[in-house]
């Protein structure tokens, strides 16, 4: 991929999106992009633009509705013509929907939405958030029309939503859970001594669960316990759930709670809380979750999509029904009781933590992302013909290959099913193009229930394999019936050779390029080693051996085939496919340098 590739992200808050995407932003660029960033004017504009970014102002409203804000798409529109993106990051719902539209309709070529946080319109119940609710999907369904887009959802109840609701295809969603957490700056520390501080952190939303939250600080101030209740962060004027500063500041007057305000210190925060509560009606997932668990503290949350992402109910915290401020105290108060489950959970908390929701994870998860959806796109532009006459190679050659073998396919029919009880086919699960499964056919060549009584990899000395089975292995006549799988478009001719799952989830990094092309018939890797079962042959444990001898030469060949496809490249593999079938010790000049494949038991001799 070209160097300095240019990644604009869009948000609708300048603050947010300093908060959580700031690293993800500082990340991109040393993997090579230029970053450029559209959001609404803000405190942390200043920032954004000292860290080199170039900073883009948008006329963009939290909660604005109606004709006004075709204003907004426009300016978008008109942005993305000017600067011409690579790849837009669209963030947040509002963004999602309005830079989608923008995005198609200035052909930027690749485009990654985040719907994170459904918020309200997905939470409440009222007719007025039913109604928006459909008008928001069927929004998705235009904004999502981009050839080559990536959603990334945070957890996996909002990428049913879109998915099931069918505004998205599924290999178009992607889930990477939460916005990570430096789990070297968020450390597990002790509690603090004197009165436990019970405490909540987030926008003042009546979704965050807010009022849940007060109605159990009354609950325990009338029975005169002995802890403090405490709220962080602003109330959210474009937000219709805001709690008003007002009542806010009514309540840390009367001494029911105490409202500390917006903190950006959230680790020195943290520290001075026993227990952290987030009560929310639903969530992307709450980064303040996975900070309060790096942090080694007990967590006290809903049973909601986002939530439950973080905490597993009694492992390190507690889930209680959402809109329940009366399980919600009795949560509390159990926790309160019982500093031994507190430090048993907050353990629990910063082990999962450190598992499953690093920073370093979610960047590295996203900015694969970017070059998945980057590498569309330049296939989109410099593959299209040459997908076209692939395909119709495949169907040409496939179509005529069937009907010329057709009395052949018959005989060997009549012969596998005279020799050895059983189908004549054989249908095994592979992994296709995009990570897909599909069922390859070939002629069976082994005892029914093979699978049952060993592994993937087949040795020439393999006990399952039928006599008749030996003879179509050697010249490869049992693969014959895969020009099914050609015709009906699962395979090609030409490309990697299909997989079975256990290995194509070992692949990690560049190797995944593989699962974007369709699985071939042959390729240089079939070439290079046109006699597996050869190579295993004396093997005690032929799947060890596949993985030692095979499989490391046969993926750099497979990743060699990705980078220089092209149509005569296909060709030129098809004659050294035959040419190697009539001359079995051919080796093209292509694969002169490539490692010779020592047979198992030539090694043993090593």
């Given at each position: 991929m070209p160097s300095r590739l240019k990644l604009l992200f869009v948000d609708n808050s300048v603050d947010t999106f300093y908060s959580y995407r700031m690293p993800l932003a500082i990340a991109a660029r040393q993997a090579g992009f230029d970053i450029h960033v559209a959001t609404p004017p803000g405190r942390c504009e200043s920032i954004i633009r000292d860290a080199g970014f170039t900073f883009h102002p948008l006329p963009m409203t939290r909660s604005g509705m109606g004709i006004g804000e075709l204003g907004c798409v426009i300016h978008l529109y008109s942005l993305y013509r000017r600067i011409k993106p690579d790849l837009v990051h669209h963030l947040r719902l509002k963004p999602v929907l309005y830079g989608g539209l923008a995005a198609y309709a200035a052909r930027v070529p690749a485009e990654i939405s985040m719907p994170t946080g459904l918020g309200h319109v997905f939470t409440a119940q009222t007719r007025k958030a039913l109604f928006l609710r459909v008008i928001t999907l069927a929004g998705c369904g235009i904004a999502f029309r981009h050839k080559n887009l990536r959603v990334i959802f945070q957890n996996p109840d909002d990428l049913a939503v879109f998915v099931n609701s069918k505004v998205l295809r599924k290999d178009k969603s992607v889930l990477i859970r939460g916005s990570g957490v430096d789990i070297s700056q968020f450390v597990l520390t002790p509690e603090p001594s004197g009165p436990p501080v019970v405490m909540l952190v987030g926008r003042m939303l009546r979704d965050k669960g807010v009022l849940e939250f007060v109605e159990a600080a009354k609950t325990f101030k009338a029975r005169g316990a002995n802890a403090r209740f405490v709220?962080?962060?602003d109330s959210d004027s474009g937000n219709p759930t805001a709690v008003p500063a007002a009542e806010l500041q009514?309540?840390?007057?009367?001494g029911l709670v105490e409202w500390w305000g917006?903190?950006?210190d959230m680790r020195q925060v943290l520290e001075q809380a026993n227990i952290v509560c987030l009560p929310s009606y639903r969530e992307g997932v709450p980064k303040v979750l996975i900070e309060?668990?790096?942090?080694?503290?007990?967590?006290?949350?809903t049973d909601v999509p986002g939530c439950r992402e973080v905490v597993r109910h009694g492992q390190n915290g507690l889930l209680v029904p959402p809109r329940d401020s009366k399980n919600l105290t009795e949560a509390i108060d159990f926790l309160l009781a019982s500093p031994s489950t507190r430090a048993r959970m907050s353990r629990r908390g910063r082990h999962a933590a450190v598992a499953n929701f690093s920073l370093d994870r979610v960047i590295a998860e996203t900015i694969e992302t970017y070059h998945d959806v980057l590498d569309c796109a330049a296939d989109e532009t410099g593959h299209r013909g040459y997908k076209i006459a692939k395909r119709l190679l495949d169907v040409a050659i496939s179509g005529l290959g069937l009907l010329a073998t057709s009395p052949f396919f018959a005989l060997i029919a009549l012969v596998i099913k005279a020799t050895s009880p059983g189908p004549v086919?054989?249908?095994?699960?592979?992994?296709g193009r995009k990570n897909t499964t599909f069922y390859m056919l070939k002629f069976r060549s082994m005892v029914v229930g093979a699978e049952r009584m060993g592994g993937s990899a087949t040795a020439n000395d393999d006990a399952r394999i039928t006599p008749i089975g030996r003879f179509l292995r050697r010249y490869k006549f049992d693969e014959?019936?895969?020009?099914?799988?050609?015709?009906?478009?699962?395979?090609?001719?030409v490309g990697p050779r299909p997989e079975v799952r256990k290995y194509t989830d070992l692949l990690v990094g560049e190797q995944r390029v593989i699962l974007k092309l369709r699985p071939g018939i042959t390729d240089w890797a079939s070439i290079w080693n046109s006699n597996e079962g050869e190579v295993l042959e004396g093997s005690s444990d032929p799947e060890a051996a596949y993985e030692e001898l095979i499989r490391p030469t046969k993926l750099s060949l497979q990743m060699k085939y990705y980078r220089d496809r092209s149509f005569w490249l296909d060709l030129k593999i098809l004659l050294e496919t035959a040419r190697k079938l009539f001359q079995p010790q051919h080796v093209p000049?292509?694969?002169?340098?490539?490692a010779k494949v020592l047979r198992y038991k030539d090694l043993v001799k090593i």
């Open positions: 709220l962080v962060g009514g309540w840390h007057d009367s917006y903190r950006e309060a668990a790096a942090a080694g503290r007990v967590i006290v949350t086919f054989y249908r095994g699960a592979r992994t014959l019936p895969q020009l099914l799988n050609v015709l009906t478009g699962e395979m090609s001719l000049n292509e694969l002169r340098g490539t």
